[in-house]
């Protein structure tokens, strides 16, 4: 399967900051999809990307597909209490995840 | 439906006992996927249907495991003489096709073992 890694594992903001999270891979990645889980909740889809240097915004978020697509991020704006969560990537037609980072925001 | 619909929603098992953990999909997706996440982690692919075909089981842990969808809809996941270490969610997904769309998570059976 296509080997995903994420960092970081945990992230702590303030209300109102920013927020990034890094998916890296050794590997080129035939897609990648990005997905958000509530505590005690399951997975959400966010965002598929598939082209090399792809960018996609849902606004606050925006999503990047690195032009060797061996790599993405995803970054929040002005995080909100709502944003909480931890925020997966995975790839391929197994969809394997990474670890995930779990985002905590202070009010 | 409307979702991916899974139960039970917890199932508590003694060690050795058997269980079998159901996944309704979203009408009319091709496929199916579980999983199985532990706390604090990732999801781990466990195994993969197209219609009523096994594609992929790679992920199973152990002979002790193993999933159908006789019909191409329902599919069931057992694991015999259940052991600690398979306390987990199990959660269940569906797609349209394959890995073109986003898959659709249903809320998973918490297993635990005792």
Known sequence: GQQVMQIPQYQHVQEGEDFTTYCNSSTTLSNIQWYKQRPGGHPVFLIQLVKSGEVKKQKRLTFQFGEAKKNSSLHITATQTTDVGTYFCGSGSRLTFGEGTQLTVNP | ?114
């Not at chain 2, 997706?29 to 781990?44: D, I, K, N, R, T």
């Not at chain 2, 219609?51 to 002790?64: I, T, W």
């Not at chain 2, 057992?78 to 199990?90: F, G, L, M, N, P």
């Open chain 2, 1 to 114: 439906g409307a979702g991916v619909s899974q139960s039970p929603r917890y199932k508590v098992a003694k060690r050795g006992q058997d269980v079998a953990l159901r996944c309704d999909p979203i009408s009319g997706h091709v496929s199916l996927f579980w999983y199985q996440q532990a706390l604090g982690q990732g999801p781990e692919f466990l195994t993969y249907f197209q219609n009523e075909a096994q594609l992929d089981k790679s992920g199973l842990p152990s002979d002790r495991f193993f999933a159908e969808r006789p019909e191409g809809s329902v599919s069931t996941l057992k694991i015999q003489r259940t052991q600690q270490e398979d306390s987990a969610v199990y959660l269940c997904a569906s797609s349209q096709r394959w890995s073109h769309y986003g898959y659709t998570f249903g809320s998973g059976t918490r297993l635990t073992v005792v």
